[in-house]
């Protein structure tokens, strides 16, 4: 099994930076796709950010591409995201995310495993 554990959740005014860690740990070799999603209060889980360590460009949603920038460390099983220029309306619960898939996809469904969630909040 695969455990995952986020971190760098906080409050920040508008504009102010927060930076996600997300650690896997466990049964990680065929673990290819770590990922972010994040569900604010009455929407659905919406796909963030994601990296493939088996190759390929990292993938971002619309709304936070220019702004946020996901990294991994291979080797120990780890991605982060960088949240700049962060909005109110990137308040949210932030999940981490991982699968045995290659590549990045965004269906939440396609996701074999979670965190518990880590809570971001912007204030305007």
């Known amino acids: 099994q695969v455990t995952l554990i986020e971190s760098g959740g906080g409050s920040v005014q508008a504009g102010g930076s927060l930076r996600l860690s997300c650690a896997a740990s466990?049964?990680?070799?065929?673990?290819?796709?770590l990922t972010w999603f994040r569900q604010a209060p009455g929407k659905e889980r919406a796909f963030v950010s994601g990296i493939s360590f088996s190759g390929g460009r990292p993938s971002y949603a619309e709304s936070v591409k220019g702004r946020f920038t996901i990294s991994g460390d291979n080797a120990r099983k780890t991605v982060y995201l960088q949240m700049n220029s962060l909005k109110p309306e990137d308040t949210a619960v932030y999940y981490c995310?991982?699968?045995?898939?290659?590549?990045?996809?965004?269906?939440?469904?396609?996701?074999?495993?979670w965190g518990q969630g880590i809570q971001v909040t912007v204030s305007s």
């Open positions: 466990g049964r990680t070799f065929n673990t290819y796709t």
């Open positions: 995310a991982a699968s045995n898939y290659i590549m990045v996809v965004p269906e939440a469904e396609k996701y074999d495993y």
